[in-house]
C-alpha cells in the first residue's frame, strides 16, 4: 500500500494483526499462549504485538508498539509478552521479515525434540522449508533448567542466529518460530508448518520419501499475493465464524 | 436426465457443480486450492470448472465453460485456475469421464511421495482403487526445479497418460486427481481415497494386510446411483449446515 | 418395562430405535450407511430397523418390522437393507442379544484386515471385547469375487457363526458388527469399540501390553443399566445438537 | 482468596468447581465420567464433588460436600461417585494438593498399558511430569479379576502410594488421575497431560528424544497463577460455547 498515508497504513496494519491473531488461534495454531507480530509500516525498526494476553481475545486497542530493543514505545503500557525477544531480534537482523509467528502447535513439537528425523519439505505448499528448519537448543544458550522461554535479547539472538536465513526454526520441547514477508504470508507459513509436519509424520512409516528439492523448493515458495490472500480469506471468514 | 431440454440440464449440471464444491471443502478434500469438473451436458468435448476462487464460495454465476483446450469457451472470461489442464486432458482421453476432482488433503499426500507401500483398495468402499493408484512423477517431465503444478496442456496429458484406465492418480508432494462417471461419483471416489488412505496408513502397522482382490474390487465399484446419491445427501446437508 | 402395555412398549422401543441412530451418526459410527436394529419387545423372533436410508435421517415413521427370515412383516413395506440378515442370523442363534449395531467406523478397520494384531479388550470400558474379536472372512463364504456385503440368510448365518458367543466380530475389509442386552448397550459397545481399537493402535507402539485378564473383562462388563444410561443420555444430548 | 468470608470462598469454589467440570468435558478429558473435586476451603479434610452424574450437566446444586472418609458430610445426600476413593486418600495425604481430576482420555491410556515407553514431560506445558507418571497396577491389590475401579479407601490408598510425591499417576487399562495446587492447576495439568501424551506419542516414531531434563521440569512448572488464568478463560468461554 505505498500510496496510503501513514496512519491508514498503520490502522490497516492494525486490522490485519488482529485478524490474524483470530485465524491462528481458530486454526490450532496458537491456543491461550502463542503470539504474532508485524513491522510496523511507517517505522520499520519497531513492531507491533498485541499485550500479553489471549490471542483469541485480542481487539485493536491491545495492540502495542514496540523497539528494536523490545521495549515499548509509548510511556504507558500495558504488559506485553515475555517472550517478545523472539520478535525483536528476528526482526533486527531479518530486512526481509515482515511478520513473525510463534506457536506451541503439537503436530510440530515432535520434530523439535529429535535431530534424527529432520522436518524437510515434502509438500508444495510448505517450500518455505526448503533450507531446512534449524533447532534451536536452549540448552545450550540458558542453560541445564531454563525455563525454556526466550525472555531477553541475549537469548533473542541466539534464537535469531539459529534461524539464520532460514522460515522456521524449532524450539525444543517448546514451539517454532516461522517468518514470513507479510502477515498474510507468515500466517500461511505457520499454518503449512503443522501441515507439513502431520504429512511428514506419516510418510516416515511408507517407506523412503521423496522430499522437495531445493529448486522445487523455491519455485513453490513464490507464492504470489493473490494466493495468500486466497487462503486468508478462507481463514478469515472461518474465525469470525461463517465457515464451519 | 435424457429427457430434459438441454438448459434445464445444464441448469442442473451447474447446480451440483456448486454443491460438490461446499461438499468438499466441508468433507476436507479440498481447502482454499483444489477443484471439481464435470463434462457440459450437451457438449461432451468441453468442460464446467469455477472460475480461480475458493470452492467454499462459489455460487452459479463462477462456472465457466472451458473447451478441449482448457481455453474458456466465451471471449470475456473471469479468470481460470491454472491447472484447469489436469481436467481437460484426462475429459480427452477418458470418454468413460464425467467428472474430477483434484485434492491436496493430507491423509492421501504420504502416499504420494514414495513407493514402498502403494496405496491400494483395502475397503469396500474404494473398489475404484482396485486398478492400483499410479504416481505422477512431475520431475520426469517438468524438470529439476518445477513449482508442481500442472499448468500447460503438454503436463496435463502427461498425468493423463500416467493416470491411465485407473480412477485415482497420485502427483507426488502435491496431491492426487480422481475421476468418476458422474459427479455424485468423483465427489465420493474422492472422500473414500482419504478413508482408504488413513485405514491403510493405520492397517500397516498392525501386520500383513489382506486387500481386495481384483474381482473383489471390481465387484464392489459397480455401485448404483442410490448409493451414490445416498452419500451425497447427507454430504449436501452437512455442507448446508444442516447436519454437524 | 414389564408392566407397560406392548404398544406402549413398542412405541418406547421404536423412540430409542430413532434416537439410536441418530446418536451412532453423530458419534461418527455410521455415515451414510451402517445400521442398527432391536428386537421387537412383544415378538422376540421378530426385530425393528429402519428402511433402507441414512441413519441421521431415520424417524418413527421409517422404521420396519422384519421376521425371522429379515422379510418384512406388513404386505406393503418400504425398501430395506440388503444387509439387514446381519441382524435376522443373529437374532436367531443369539437369544441373549436384544440390540445390533453394524458400522464402518475406519478406526476398527485396521483390524479386520489383519490376523496379526488381534483386537481385545485393553480398556476398562470394553469388557465385551474379554472373549476376542473373531474377523468374518466372507471370502470363504463367498468366493473370490464378492462385493463383501452379507445379503442373504446364508451369508448371515455364516456371519452369527463368526460371532459366536463373542460380543463383536469383524468383517474383513467392511466394517464390524456388535451386539448387547439392550440398545443401550449395543449403542455402548459400538462407541466404545472403536476406542478401544485407537487405545490399541497407540499401545502397540510404545512396547507389551498389558491387556484385561478375562476375569477383568468379565467383571467391567457386567455393567448396570445405570452406567449405560448415563453415557446414552450425553449422546442423546449431543445427537440433538444440545453439546458440542 | 484470603479475605473473603468463608460463605463466599465456598460459593466462589463451588462455581469454578462447576466450570472445571464443563471446561473438562468440552476439552475431551472426561466425558460421560470421570470426575474434577476441590478441597473444602475452610474445612482442608474434606472436599467437594458433583454428584454421581455426567460433568456436562453439573450445576452448584450438585456440589456435595465429601468428608476425610470419602462419606457425604450432609445426612440426606444424593448418591455419589464409586470412585470418589482416588480423591479422599490423596487429599489425606498429600496437603500440598487442593484439586484433582480423574480422567480415561484415550491419548494417555496406551502409556497406561506398557512399562517400555514411560510417559514423560516432554513439553515446557507439562513440567509437573517432570518426577515421571508411576503407574498404578490395580492387579496387585486388587487381584486379577476386579472391576479396575477404586472403590473403598484401601484401593484409595494404594492408589495414593503410587501417586507418591508426583503429580500425575497412570492407572492401567483405565485412565490417569492428576492433582493441581488450585482448581485452575489441575485442569491445566489435565489437559496438559493429555497434550504431552501426543506429542510424546508421534516423537517415538522419529528418533531419540530429549526429554526436559529434571531443572528444566522444576523450572516451567513453577507456573504463575496468570498463566493459568489465562488458558482457563479461554477453556471457560468455550465451554461455553463463545468460541469453537
Redesign the interface.
Known amino acids: 500500500m505505498p500510496m496510503s498515508d501513514p496512519a491508514t497504513a498503520l490502522q490497516d496494519t492494525i486490522d490485519d494483526l488482529v485478524t490474524a491473531n483470530h485465524i491462528l488461534f ?1 486454526e490450532g495454531i496458537v ?3 502463542g503470539h504474532v507480530t508485524v513491522r510496523h509500516p511507517s517505522n520499520p525498526s519497531h513492531y507491533l504485538m498485541a499485550r500479553s ?2 490471542p ?2 485480542v481487539a485493536g486497542t491491545d495492540i502495542v508498539e514496540l523497539n528494536a530493543e523490545s521495549k515499548p514505545a509509548a510511556n504507558e503500557a500495558p504488559a506485553v509478552s515475555l517472550e517478545r525477544f523472539i520478535h525483536g531480534e528476528i526482526y533486527r537482523v531479518r530486512r526481509d521479515v515482515t511478520a513473525i509467528v510463534h506457536s ?1 502447535a ?2 510440530v ?3 523439535s ?5 529432520p522436518l524437510r519439505a ?4 510448505a517450500g518455505f522449508l526448503g533450507r531446512g528448519a534449524p533447532i534451536f ?1 536452549i ?1 545450550d544458550f540458558a542453560g ?6 526466550v525472555q531477553n535479547n541475549q537469548l533473542g539472538a541466539a534464537l535469531a542466529g539459529s534461524l539464520g536465513k532460514s522460515a522456521v526454526v524449532l524450539m ?3 514451539g517454532f518460530t516461522v517468518v514470513g514477508g507479510s502477515l498474510q504470508e507468515a500466517v500461511y507459513n505457520a499454518i503449512n508448518t503443522v ?1 507439513n509436519a ?2 511428514e ?13 531445493e ?2 523448493a ?3 515458495s ?1 507464492l504470489h499475493n493473490n494466493s495468500l490472500n ?2 486468508w ?3 478469515a471468514k472461518r474465525a469470525a ?1 461463517e ?2
Not at 113 to 117: A, H, I
Not at 144 to 149: A, D, F, P
Open positions: 481458530r491456543d491461550a499462549f494476553m489471549q483469541v481475545f506451541h503439537a503436530a513439537l515432535p520434530f525434540v529429535t535431530r534424527d528425523t515434502i509438500c508444495h505448499t537448543e540448552r541445564e533448567s531454563s525455563n525454556l522461554l525444543r520441547g517448546h501441515l502431520r504429512v509424520m506419516d510418510a516416515i512409516r511408507l517407506g523412503n520419501i521423496t522430499y522437495l528439492t529448486g522445487e523455491a519455485t513453490v513464490k486466497r487462503s480469506e478462507v481463514w465464524g465457515l464451519p
